[in-house]
């Protein structure tokens, strides 16, 4: 007995040796396959994300990728962010061919809709789309392997390519303590080749700062120029390194000449510029420099020339400073903080956000609208057939139906039938009823067809010729499904046929913290239906709108399209206009204001006589004809009005002046668009109560300082055309603003008005209220 169960311990010994030596074989002979499977195609050495890991949410933010390849392939990378609807959308790239092993970089861009957004990036087979690598980032997790933290747009963002003295970077290595309470963060890019390859990629920079010895590629120094040119800002500080500036890619299209060096010692001015009362000890090499005198601005000079200027580039602006930070006796100034401070910044009059909020918070944070940009949003949300009733008659409504079935039911059945019985059937009777009449009136109130606004807006800077163009689109859906958009458009000059081009596509949000705004955090939000955007965001697949919702897009271009306006105007230190000019835009301008220095010309109307008001393509236009009134600009944009009160037994009377109150609710779009063009003039936040940090670039009040004309005016033409569904929008819903940026030949003169020799003009008028700054006054 006890030998068998040796020879049973022992056969069981011997299979479960044998079943492990086949475990082990079978895993020796699999091991190399599994190696195989492991091996990747490619290595991902770096990712950088917005600038040193810093991005606004709402803004195109690039994204470069250094990997090194094992062998040829074909890649595209792809980024997936939140929108503001808390939807992942997805932006590729455009398909990379890596011919042989080695480094490479790979871009792409993306937006954000949500502070604290999370991000995916991932690296997928052009051919096949499948993902090879997919890396993620969340702003909770102390693991990610890139930086990407999201900032609001009301904070500057300022960025140096090297080292220069006086601007502080701030350290983004420990993503969990950065503080976003800051208004302004500045950067350093020491790695140049990961600068961004587009235009739409600085988007979310407000400045770039370089100095003589910043060196970039042609292809990256023709998006800078890009950028610029359409609404950035650039500072260049060049001191005695003058051959290193002229060599550089920069001088070849910075309108600012540079003809040699100087030794300055009187940098007084300079002083006055940053705002302090240290001294600048010492001489100073100084760059010779000089500016048209037609346009821009001299913010310090010295008995040898300018040491700092500003002035325009397309319709973005170049601060170009005559001096090195690097270099005695610059370095080592007390005030040079507040310099660098000075000349990044482009606002004349900041103020802080904590200052804003406390005053928002008083005066207007129950609406929801605190920005400019949020009134042009609200003002796209009107559909005509959609008859929506008020919250009021909503609440009514809802009181009205529990009284009904509440105390009128019980008086009906109890005192009048004396059946209470009945109310088994009167109760259900009222809820059908109010159902069906809520079903109803909900069929009727909400439409039942597709529905849109659309809203042009271009602008034009006639010297250089250059277009930006940009286009707000809101659909209104009659049932929920998902669409295919594509948006294409033109310029605004006479084309024969008219050409169509590409657009860069992608959603429109609030810059607001209230429901569906972009300064809400995404933690804790509902992830909603994933939609997809296509190379180079031409155009959105797969775009949820739900029932009876909206969804709000916004599509930007730019061109070159010189010759469309030709200027002839001259002006002089008081804001006075001569001259005349001739445009060769597509249809009349209509309601045009034109605004120059402290003054604006508008157009004296007769309503039986509208057409004699518009200034037609091809035709001479004067500025000094006889239906064109001049007014004080911001008397002008504040309607202020002037009051005489006359003193009774005096020969002398008082004279009031009373601004009217900005309605931050208006939703008139020619109002709002005017506004944001001369935001600044009107006195800004101090008018409005609004500020305007989201759509800063679309204030043209610098412009204004520079010194040239500003015009604003409405067109009829339509100028993009929407595809959904492979079905084209009706374009009569449509509408076309346009503000053209006009140089104007400065003038010593002054042109003063002769008195009349008439005998009743003499006569005394009166003139009870008059509208203030206005020539009458």
Known sequence: MESEKKRMKSSLLIQFNTIFLLLLIVLNVSQPSFAAEDTQPFEVKQIHVGFDGLYKVGRWVPVVVELITN???????????????????????????????GDYQLYSQFKTGLLDSPL????????????LREISYSPQSSSSQFTAIGLEQSAELWAIIGSISGFDPVSTEAPNAFDKSQNQFTTLLSNTSALPEAAYGYDSLDTLIVDSSSSVSTKENQAIQNWVANGGHLVVCVGDNVEAYQNSEFAKWVPVKVTGKNRVRELSSLELFAAVRSRIRGVATAARIEIDSNSGEVLATSLDGPLLVRVPFGLGVVT?????????????WEGLSNLCQKLASRSRQPVSSNQKNDTLGKRISKTGISEMETQVFHSQQNFPEVKRPSHWWVMGLVLF??????????????????????????????????????????????????????????????????????????LYSPEMRRYQVNVNSTAPGKQTPVEYFPTHLSWNGLPETTFA?????????????????SEESHSITNLPILKWGTKSLRADWSRQEPGLLESRLTGNSLGQLSGSMTHQFSSPLKEWVIAYGNRVYIPIVNPEQLEDSFIIPGQTWNISGPRVESRNIKGYLTRAVSRRIEQKGQNNATVITVQTDYDPFSKDTYEILKMLTYYDMSGGFGYTRLTNLSAEQLDLSEQLRLGRAVLFARMDTPLSQVQLDDQQLDQEQQSTYIRVVIPVKKSTDIQYELPSLKDEDDQPKDQKETPSGSDKE
Do not use: C
């Not at 995916?120 to 993902?131: H, P």
């Not at 170009?320 to 080592?332: E, Q, R």
């Open 71 to 101: 062998e040829p392939q074909e890649l595209q990378l792809s980024v997936v962010a939140l929108s503001p609807d808390g939807n992942p959308t997805e932006v590729p790239s455009k398909v990379y061919s890596l011919p042989r092993q």
């Open 401 to 474: 139906y529990l009284l009904l079935v509440g105390p009128l039911d019980y008086f009906l059945v109890h005192r009048i039938l004396k059946k209470p019985h009945i109310t088994w059937i009167t109760f259900p009777v009222l809820v059908t009823l109010a159902a069906v009449w809520g079903i109803t009136s909900a069929q009727t109130d909400n439409g039942n067809r597709l529905q849109s606004t659309q809203l042009n807006l271009v602008d034009y800077d006639a010297s250089s010729g250059q277009l930006r163009g940009r286009f707000y689109l809101n």
């Open 120 to 131: 995916k990036i991932r690296l997928q087979d052009a051919k096949t789309k499948e993902v």
């Open 517 to 533: 705004g972009m300064y809400r955090s995404a933690e804790g939000t509902i992830t909603g239906p994933a939609y997809q955007l």
């Open 320 to 332: 170009f400073l005559a001096l090195d930070l690097n270099t005695s006796p610059l370095v080592n």
